[in-house]
C-alpha cells in the first residue's frame, strides 16, 4: 500500500479570512505534511507494515521503540489530515446538539470547556497537540507531545488543534495564545467533532 497526501477539504487560500494564511498552509500542508507522507513510504516500503493501514502502522510502530522513526512519520500523517479536517472556514463558536449537550456535562459548561483547552495547548511545551477526546464515553482534553496521538493510547478523537511552531509561526509569529484564540473563534469545525462524536 503507498500511502497519499490527501486532499485538503478546502482551498489553500479558503481560511485566509479567518485567521490562517494561504501561505501558511502551502508551507503546512504542501512541504511538512507531505514530508511526513514521502518519509512514511519509504520507511516502511519492503517491511511488513507496507500493507497495513495507516491507523495500523500507527498502533504497531508505538509500542516498538526500534519503529520511533516509522510511528513519527505515520502519526504526523494521520495527526495533519485530522487537523485540516478539525479547521472550518467561518468555524469557531460553540457545538450544538448532542455534542453541546456532552460538554456541559463533562466540563461544566463549554467556557470551561475553552479554558481547559486553551490551557492545554498553550503550556504544551515544545511541538504537539491539544485534542477533545472521548474517553471511554467521558469527554477530555488532553495534549501529546511531537507525533503522538489518542490513537496510538486506544482513544477516540473528537477535534485537535496542531501547536507545532510551523503551524502558526508565519501568521503569528510566537504569539501561540493567539493563534489558539483564532482556531476556537473562527476555524474550529465543530459539525466535524460532531460527526466523530457520533461515531464514538
Keep these: 500500500m503507498t500511502f497519499t497526501l490527501p486532499a485538503l477539504p478546502y482551498e489553500l487560500n479558503a481560511l485566509e479570512p479567518f485567521g490562517i494564511s494561504g501561505e ?5 500542508y504542501g512541504k511538512h505534511h507531505k514530508a511526513y507522507v514521502d518519509n512514511l513510504n ?6 511488513e507494515l507496507a500493507n497495513k493501514s495507516l491507523e495500523e502502522v500507527i498502533q504497531i510502530s508505538f509500542k516498538d521503540s526500534s519503529k520511533a522513526g516509522i510511528f513519527n512519520n505515520s502519526a504526523q ?12 472556514p467561518g468555524g469557531g463558536g460553540e457545538p450544538t ?6 460538554i456541559d ?3 461544566g459548561s463549554f467556557d470551561k470547556f475553552k479554558e481547559e483547552f486553551s490551557n492545554a ?9 491539544s485534542w477533545l477526546i472521548d474517553d471511554g464515553g467521558t469527554l477530555k482534553v488532553i495534549k501529546t507531545p511531537n507525533a ?3 490513537l496510538a493510547h486506544g482513544k477516540k478523537a473528537l477535534l485537535t488543534l496542531d501547536v507545532w511552531e510551523h ?3 508565519i501568521d503569528y509569529r510566537n504569539a501561540r495564545p493567539a493563534f489558539i484564540k483564532n482556531f476556537l473563534d473562527k476555524v474550529a469545525n465543530w459539525d466535524f467533532a460532531a460527526e466523530n462524536f457520533a461515531k464514538a
Design 167 to 169: 503551524a502558526y509561526y
Design 105 to 107: 456535562q463533562d466540563f
Design 121 to 129: 495547548a498553550a503550556t504544551q511545551f515544545g511541538s504537539g497537540w
Design 148 to 150: 503522538e496521538n489518542p
Design 42 to 47: 519509504k520507511l516502511v516500503e519492503g517491511t
Design 77 to 88: 500523517v494521520w495527526n495533519h489530515t485530522f487537523f485540516w479536517n478539525s479547521l472550518k
Design 24 to 28: 501558511t498552509l502551502e508551507y503546512h
Design 97 to 102: 446538539g448532542e455534542l453541546a449537550a456532552k
